[in-house]
């Protein structure tokens, strides 16, 4: 059993890259082979429109053709068990990162097919970790979340399966007196860092222990 993380934040060890970290080790509790990838350590483009995935008898049928920093951690996500992604989220979506990851990654595996079929050789485990700074109400009132029922569709259609897991109104700096946060609640968010955060990323590692379960 393996599973492989994709981090779509440009920081290590911050909220995505904790969380990623906590799934990963309730992985590795049910004896999985884990591996996490930084994607901003990577040099590489989104989707090109070369349509080389979706050529009749083409040698990259079903895989992304482009030869950058992304062609072997895509070969090897889809020999892997389970695929974990995490992004905080900008402006309503993923970083900018993953989402050129998640357009090489996902759109070969989409047939031109009437059904749209999914050309993913066999079924694969996989779940999303996203991060807010903004609290419940902001992201409802602003649908900050809706992208990501996107993700859990196309993922199911092409893998089979998608879990994910929300963490909302997270701690953003070291310092808030650096910077401009008139707007938040300082106290409450660093109480929140202090008694919630541990309890996700918790369920970062319940996640992390079930994408390694055998698919019913």
Same mark, same amino acid.
């Given at each position: ?60 049928? !079903?895989?992304?053709?482009? #030869?950058?920093? @992304?062609?072997?951690? $895509? ?5 892997? *068990? +389970? ?10 979506? !993923?970083?900018?990162?993953? #989402?050129?990851? @998640?357009?090489?990654? $996902? ?5 031109? *097919? +009437? ?29 900050? *979340? ?71």
């Amino acid at each position: 059993m393996k599973i492989i993380a994709f981090n779509g934040s440009p920081r290590k060890k911050w909220n995505t890259a904790t969380l990623l970290q906590h799934a990963l080790q309730g992985a590795a509790a049910q004896g999985a082979e884990t591996e996490l990838i930084h994607l901003y350590d990577l040099t590489y483009t989104g989707c090109t429109s070369c349509f080389a995935c979706k050529r009749k008898g083409g040698k990259s049928y !079903a895989r992304c053709a482009v #030869q950058d920093g @992304l062609a072997q951690p $895509l070969a090897r996500a889809v020999e892997v *068990d +389970a695929i974990l992604i995490g992004s905080p989220i900008y402006i309503g979506a !993923a970083t900018g990162m993953m #989402q050129a990851f @998640l357009e090489r990654l $996902l759109f070969p595996f989409i047939a031109y *097919d +009437a059904a749209h079929s999914s050309l993913c050789p066999r079924p694969i485990r996989t779940g999303g970790i996203y991060t807010f700074g903004a609290d419940d109400a902001r992201i409802q009132q602003m649908g900050f *979340d809706q992208p990501i029922t996107v993700h859990e569709r196309v993922f199911t259609r092409i893998f089979g399966s998608f879990e994910r897991l929300l963490v909302t109104d997270t701690y953003q700096f070291d310092d808030y007196a650096k910077y401009e946060a008139s707007g938040m609640d300082v106290a409450q968010k660093t109480q929140r860092r202090q008694e919630v955060f541990p309890q996700d990323c918790r369920k970062a590692f319940e996640l992390g222990a079930r994408l390694c379960q055998p698919m019913g």
